[in-house]
């Protein structure tokens, strides 16, 4: 026998091989219904389990799993307000695609006989104008990836995509017009993706999303042009870069053999009538003309 874990809210069961002739069974495995309707999980079970087995619903999807229903056969307080219980079968009202995922109604009986069954359930939500990234300007040669996603559709979106109002195949090289082409188109996530991109990938493009809930929607139309690199361009950037360093240089040697980098004299006047020592001096100017020279450590005055 295994014997499942307990945890809180879920009931301790055992599975035996002499209860293979219990059945638990679902009229709907594959439950889809729009989005904002309602919709019923059904789970019915056979008399061999007695007449009062416990009945818990679980859901799991891609974020985790939590329990729907407790063990006193009611809702539990994340679905208190959009779900009700009828027998061992759910009620959903309002149906959105967060509800989106794998229920499993488990029953068991007193004696630890136990067994399950999966639905799974799709709130049907057409998609919207997809999201698409698309270069303006690529280089030959360079690798480019096209993007188109739309986060509204469910089930999720699959994509098409258009060149010059072309629709561009899944796989070109089946395709006789198509077989020289080197994309590579993912229909499931809306890359469509260029090893190396060419003069002729040049084009107008846009994206398709679409699934089976509504009409398909397409993206802005947007432009790619491939071009060459220009190397010229590059060879001309180069020589007038050379050619400034070289002006710079030669300005900075012709500044200073010119000798406009050697720092200029200061000049101080002292007004008339006060001694350069403190004592009063004759009723003319005195010029103070102080040069720093060559040698830090000298200094001269000259007096007139």
Same mark, same amino acid.
């Given at each position: 026998? &295994?014997?499942? !874990?307990?945890?809180? &809210?879920?009931?301790?069961?055992?599975?035996?091989?002499?209860?293979?002739?219990?059945? %638990?069974?679902?009229?709907?495995?594959?439950?889809?219904?729009?989005?904002?309707?309602?919709?019923?999980?059904?789970?019915?079970?056979?008399?061999?389990?007695?007449?009062?087995?416990?009945?818990?619903?679980? +859901?799991?999807?891609?974020? $985790?799993?939590?329990?729907?229903?407790?063990?006193?056969?009611?809702?539990?307080?994340? &679905?208190?307000?959009?779900?009700?219980?009828?027998? /061992?079968?759910?009620?959903?009202?309002?149906?959105?695609?967060?509800?989106?995922?794998?229920?499993?109604?488990?029953?068991?009986?007193?004696?630890?006989?136990?067994?399950?069954?999966? %639905?799974?359930?799709?709130?049907?939500?057409?998609?919207?104008?997809?999201?698409?990234?698309? !270069?303006?300007?690529?280089t030959t $040669?360079? *690798? %480019?990836?096209?993007?188109? #996603?739309?986060?509204?559709?469910?089930?999720?979106? =699959?994509?098409?995509? +258009?060149?010059?109002?072309?629709?561009?195949?899944?796989?070109?090289?089946?395709?006789?017009?198509?077989?020289?082409?080197? &994309? *590579?188109?993912?229909?499931?996530? $809306?890359?469509?993706?260029?090893?190396?991109?060419?003069?002729?990938?040049?084009?107008?493009? +846009?994206?398709?999303?679409?699934?089976?809930?509504?009409? !398909?929607?397409?993206?802005?139309?947007?432009?790619?042009?491939?071009?060459?690199?220009?190397?010229?361009?590059?060879?001309?950037?180069?020589?007038?870069?050379?050619?400034?360093?070289?002006?710079?240089?030669?300005?900075?040697?012709?500044? #200073? *053999? *010119?000798?406009?980098l050697k720092? =200029?004299?200061s000049v101080?006047?002292?007004?008339?009538? /006060?001694?350069?020592?403190?004592?009063?001096?004759?009723?003319?100017?005195?010029?103070?003309?102080?040069?720093?020279?060559?040698?830090?450590?000298?200094?001269?005055?000259?007096?007139?």
């Amino acid at each position: 026998c &295994y014997v499942t !874990p307990k945890c809180s &809210y879920a009931f301790s069961f055992t599975l035996c091989p002499g209860a293979s002739s219990l059945t %638990v069974t679902t009229s709907n495995p594959n439950v889809r219904v729009k989005e904002n309707d309602d919709a019923d999980l059904t789970c019915s079970y056979s008399a061999d389990f007695g007449a009062d087995p416990i009945v818990v619903w679980k +859901f799991t999807n891609l974020k $985790g799993s939590q329990i729907v229903s407790d063990l006193d056969n009611k809702p539990t307080t994340p &679905y208190a307000n959009r779900v009700t219980m009828y027998g /061992s079968s759910l009620r959903f009202s309002k149906v959105t695609s967060k509800d989106n995922g794998v229920y499993d109604c488990e029953v068991a009986n007193t004696n630890g006989q136990s067994g399950k069954v999966q %639905v799974t359930m799709t709130a049907l939500v057409p998609p919207s104008a997809p999201l698409c990234r698309i !270069p303006t300007s690529v280089t030959t $040669g360079r *690798k %480019v990836t096209l993007t188109c #996603h739309d986060k509204v559709g469910s089930p999720p979106p =699959k994509y098409k995509w +258009f060149k010059n109002s072309v629709l561009l195949p899944p796989e070109p090289s089946k395709t006789t017009d198509f077989k020289n082409a080197t &994309y *590579k188109l993912n229909t499931d996530n $809306g890359d469509l993706v260029f090893p190396a991109a060419t003069k002729m990938d040049s084009g107008q493009y +846009f994206c398709e999303a679409f699934n089976d809930a509504g009409p !398909p929607q397409r993206s802005k139309v947007m432009k790619m042009e491939v071009r060459d690199v220009n190397t010229g361009g590059i060879v001309a950037g180069v020589i007038v870069a050379l050619l400034l360093v070289v002006l710079l240089v030669f300005g900075i040697w012709y500044a #200073h *053999k *010119k000798g406009y980098l050697k720092p =200029k004299p200061s000049v101080v006047y002292q007004q008339a009538g /006060s001694s350069l020592y403190g004592g009063e001096d004759e009723d003319v100017s005195i010029f103070l003309f102080k040069q720093t020279t060559k040698c830090s450590s000298c200094t001269i005055f000259l007096y007139f």
